[in-house]
């Protein structure tokens, strides 16, 4: 479990930075969206509609995870 715990914080400490032509996205491992600026300007709105879509898209993901693990008797 602490094994489990730690990695966890070290995806949320490691940071990824993107910058495609004016767009710039600066997220952690774990997928959350900290910045979300186009020509240097903070866009809050696309910020959390891209962090809230991820998170729908994780659990999604889970979800049919869920599905396959049970079918296959894991």
């Known amino acids: 479990m602490k094994q ?7 995806l949320a400490a490691q940071e990824i930075e993107m910058i495609v032509g004016n767009v ?3 997220m952690t491992a774990n997928q959350e969206i900290k910045k979300f600026e ?3 300007v903070p866009n809050e709105d696309a910020r959390r509609a891209i962090g809230e879509a991820i998170k729908k898209s994780q ?13 296959m008797g894991m």
Request: aromatic letters at 4%; a positive charge.
């Open 4 to 10: 489990m715990y730690d990695i966890q914080r070290e």
């Open 24 to 26: 710039r996205v600066l």
């Open 38 to 40: 186009i020509d240097g």
């Open 59 to 71: 659990k999604v993901a889970a979800e049919k995870m869920t599905v396959i693990s049970k079918a």
